[in-house]
T-cell receptor, first 112, second 112 residues
Framework: NAGVMQNPRHLVRRRGQEARLRCSPM?????VYWYRQLPEEGLKFMVY????????ESGMPKERFSAEFPKEGPSILRIQQVVRGDSAAYFC??????????FGQGTRLTVV | SQQGEEDPQALSIQEGENATMNCSYK?????LQWYRQNSGRGLVHLIL?????REKHSGRLRVTLDTSKKSSSLLITASRAADTASYFC????????????FGTGTRLKVLA
């Protein structure tokens, strides 16, 4: 059973471009979480999704950020019109039950 | 404000010594988890302790939970250079949404 797969591992975008981060949860896991980690800081909760539903998006910036977890395919975190402050590591986690969460290796986004 | 805050922020010890890290949180929880993150990598789940448990062991790891003080500690015994990493506690919010709030972490350095 492969772990949580995130791609790409590294993503460079120019200011104003769009960034799409993908997360394939572990097999059988229907709960997905996205977190953001700034350098030298802990992880900050962004959004919690179950298949086709956003359960809690209280950590998502109100503009430019969106997330989905379709019935088929990976979960996508989308950042429109990126700015330098969006540069961070974005981690996805999945869970079979909403308790113990398994994390991916993260996508490191650099906005130049 | 932070739900979980680790103390100390940084810890440097000699190989073979024990390392103790503490985590304090603010609101009631269902469970608390400890994670390890090696530099530039993803998170590795270490231990989950539920609110009705006081102590758990896993190999060289010992976690305690004091819900009256809203605090937890992670003890690593007989530390090794490979234990060098950042350690984070993560708490849910007992609100049923199962989102986890991470502290800022303790950066542990084990000197060979």
């Amino acid at each position: 059973n492969a772990g949580v797969m995130q791609n790409p591992r590294h993503l460079v975008r120019r200011r104003g471009q769009e960034a799409r981060l993908r997360c394939s949860p572990m097999k059988g896991h229907s709960h997905v979480y996205w977190y953001r980690q700034l350098p030298e800081e802990g992880l900050k909760f962004m959004v919690y999704l179950q298949k086709e539903n956003i359960i809690d998006e209280s950590g998502m910036p109100k503009e430019r950020f969106s997330a989905e977890f379709p019935k088929e395919g990976p979960s996508i975190l989308r950042i429109q019109q990126v700015v330098r402050g969006d540069s961070a590591a974005y981690f996805c986690a999945s869970s079979p039950s909403g308790l113990e969460a398994f994390f991916g290796q993260g996508t490191r986004l650099t906005v130049v | 404000s932070q739900q979980g805050e680790e103390d100390p922020q940084a810890l440097s010890i000699q190989e073979g010594e024990n390392a103790t890290m503490n985590c304090s949180y603010k609101t009631s929880i269902n469970n608390l988890q400890w994670y390890r993150q090696n530099s530039g990598r993803g998170l590795v789940h270490l231990i989950l302790i539920r609110s009705n448990e006081r102590e758990k062991h896993s190999g060289r790891l010992r976690v305690t939970l004091d819900t009256s003080k809203k605090s937890s500690s992670l003890l690593i015994t007989a530390s090794r250079a490979a234990d060098t990493a950042s350690y984070f506690c993560a708490t849910d919010t007992a609100s049923g949404t199962y989102k986890y709030i991470f502290g800022t972490g303790t950066r542990l350095k084990v000197l060979a």
